[in-house]
């Protein structure tokens, strides 16, 4: 006969009482759906997965990266516009969806003013002009008078129409007396093989520092009010003497406009404490991007300026997506 042992029958109601509690804790623990509008592997994406991870130690909670891309990155943003304000959705995103395309589509599915709230900075980094390594244009005054003197040639190929890319062109064209004509690429590959291969005599974006260094491009001015930390070497336009030619662009967080203003600064402030965490800042200068950290209150202000520098220029432009 076999005979109960007291001992083991009291273990394993203990084990299983400590899977009860474990299940129950696992979901009391908050998901947050981190919102990128793009594919896995971009820059956008990236940064969102290296700041999710810490973040969701702050926070104690599940941190999830959700990509939809489409549209460039307006179907994300409406999907945080129907998501529920209670600070569980973030869209992690670039200028272009919110302070851009409100000046080139007369009709969105969002309005950014009345739909979102500035969470967090990320990320900044500079936009530059560069020319093909083989040029024989050294710096932006060559290239300028290049420019004057074959009016046909007067062109800069960007990975997007209707993109900051695309007006810091035509920013650069009013300041320097240039008529400009902007040819658009999908994406940044086909512009860095037609400028590396002298099809293009300009490209403007946010080129991979490596290429500058290995001598296959040559970046001529970035458009930061200082020089890039993480490529000191290249001017500004500004130094150059083109200081209305000014625009960095970023990586910044929004939520819902109903989101409690408790919740949004407790999210803005884990948001930009990742954002600044050595690890996430060493990352991020690999791939050419300066991490800030912005909270909620001085992300706002940068929005704000963003919107009154771009939509003179935009409108200016007659530029329409739709």
């Known amino acids: 006969m076999a005979i109960k042992h007291p001992m083991k029958k009291w273990a394993l109601g203990l084990t299983a009482a400590w899977f009860c ?20 592997g971009g820059g956008t994406d990236v940064m969102a997965r290296l700041v999710g991870e810490k973040m969701a130690t702050a926070l104690n909670a599940t941190v999830v990266v959700e990509n939809k891309p489409g549209a460039g990155g307006r179907v994300a943003a409406e999907a945080l516009k129907n998501a529920a304000a209670d600070g569980s959705v973030v869209l992690i995103t670039p200028p272009a969806p919110i302070v851009i395309a409100p000046f080139t589509f007369s009709k969105l599915p969002y309005n950014t003013e009345a739909d979102f709230v500035p969470v967090a900075q990320i990320v900044r980094y500079s936009l530059a002009i560069a020319t093909g390594g083989n040029a024989p244009l050294k710096n932006l005054a060559d290239l300028l008078s290049f420019y004057k003197a074959n009016p046909k040639q007067a062109n800069f190929g960007t990975a ?39 099809q293009i005599v300009a490209g403007i974006d946010q080129f991979p520092y490596e290429l500058h260094k290995s001598g296959r491009i040559r970046m001529l001015a970035t458009s930061g009010a200082q020089r890039s930390p993480v490529m000191p070497d290249v001017p500004t336009f500004a130094e150059q003497g083109f200081p209305t030619v000014l625009g960095d662009a970023w990586y910044g967080a929004y939520m819902h406009a ?61 530029f329409k997506a739709d």
């Open 160 to 198: 997007a129409a209707g993109s900051q890319l695309h007006f810091l062109g035509m920013l650069l064209g009013q300041a320097a007396g240039v008529q400009l004509t902007h040819v658009p690429y999908q994406g940044g590959a086909p512009l860095n093989n037609d400028l590396m291969g002298g």
């Open 21 to 40: 509690a474990a299940a129950a804790l696992a979901q009391d623990k908050p998901t947050i759906r981190l919102l990128v509008g793009f594919p896995p």
């Open 258 to 318: 109903k989101t409690p203003a408790a919740t949004v600064q407790r999210i803005g402030a884990a948001i930009a404490a990742a954002s600044r965490h050595p690890d996430v800042v060493q990352k991020a200068a690999a791939l050419g991007l300066e991490a800030t950290g912005l909270n909620a209150a001085e992300f706002a202000k940068v929005h704000a300026a963003d919107r009154a520098r771009w939509e003179p220029v935009v409108k200016a432009s007659g």
